[in-house]
């Protein structure tokens, strides 16, 4: 079942902050307290560092966030009640996670962190007690800390009691460090590789759902009548917080991610379809190859982006 239904079920989700990822924003510049690993297929491990970059080549490696992008809006043909909003600008764009490969991390000096560094905030319980089922299947081989995991907890809480995978050693409990035998990077991602999974169904939401940023809102028009928009965009700096702006390095406005073969919606077509359901993503596939069939130059492209 499409995670939308949830919303609409609870009838609280406001443009301005009731989406799934909520507890993941950035609270503070200075107390930044949500983060996520990388959900991205390919960010399939490895031991190689990523090589840093010296202050004045990220700014140049990142754009702005302020540009004329390209949304569509379509009815859910799984329901009747809802509709989708999407930036098409984003999704046909050639992002792709380069960790261990460039990523320079949200944290300066932990490029090899990515942006596993704070730790991810849960959803909700069902979240928790669904990543707790695949922790429990984590051996020692998998996962570096595992002895320390299960003696002294993978969960705690930041400063307003909100339960989040536990920061350990600079980063999150679950991050393998480079040099680890079992792999560097996430222990939970590896654990989906190795079973042959999808890593959405391993790592919490925050982690897969990154760096798509899905926010709900309940339109009324002017006939009386209500309706669910749910908008699927850009997790940008914006989307952290405040404290998003004061992150070291962030991916998605970075040319040096922006070289993939497969644009985001076709690489990340089973975290949309989740996000979505396979109606909504089936739309938004065939938007996609339209918007990617028009004569070129496209509208709106992702500043990011190769040229030409």
């Not at 799934?20 to 399939?44: F, P």
């Not at 984003?90 to 992002?95: A, I, P, Y």
């Not at 996430?186 to 989906?192: D, K, P, R, V, Y």
């Amino acid at each position: 079942m499409p995670k939308t239904k949830k919303a609409k079920n609870e009838q609280a989700a406001t443009a301005s902050g009731a989406s799934s990822q909520a507890k993941s924003q950035v609270k503070s510049s200075a107390k930044s307290s949500a983060a996520s690993a990388d959900s991205q297929k390919s960010q399939l491990m490895t031991e190689v560092k990523s090589p840093k970059m010296s202050k004045k080549a990220r700014a140049a490696d990142e754009k702005g966030l302020d540009f004329a992008r390209a949304w569509v809006e379509f009815p859910d043909p799984a329901d009747d009640e809802q509709v989708f909003r999407c930036d098409l600008t984003w999704l046909t764009s050639r992002w792709n996670c380069i960790f261990g490969s460039g990523c320079q991390g949200i944290q300066a000096g932990r490029a090899d962190d990515g942006c596993c560094t704070l730790g991810a905030h849960f959803s909700d319980e069902d979240d928790e007690q669904r990543v707790a089922g695949h922790v429990a299947r984590l051996t020692p081989e998998i996962w570096q800390f595992h002895d320390e995991g299960r003696e002294h907890g993978w969960i705690s809480e930041d400063e307003d009691g909100d339960r989040q995978t536990r920061p350990y050693q600079g980063s999150c409990i679950f991050q393998n460090r480079p040099g680890f035998a079992g792999g560097a990077g996430c222990s939970l991602h590896i654990l989906a590789i190795k079973e042959g999974r999808e890593p959405l169904e391993t790592k919490p939401d925050v982690c897969w759902q990154l760096p798509v940023r899905r926010t709900y809102d309940w339109i009324d028009r002017p006939d009386d009548t209500r309706v669910l928009q749910v908008s699927i965009g850009e997790y940008d700096r914006r989307g952290w917080g405040p404290g998003g702006h004061d992150l070291h390095w962030w991916c998605t406005s970075a040319t040096s991610a922006h070289g993939a073969g497969d644009p985001v919606y076709v690489s990340y077509g089973p975290e949309l379809t989740e996000l979505m359901g396979k109606a909504g993503y089936d739309r938004l596939v065939e938007l996609c190859e339209e918007r990617l069939a028009s004569q070129l130059p496209l509208l709106a492209p992702h500043p990011a982006d190769p040229a030409g």
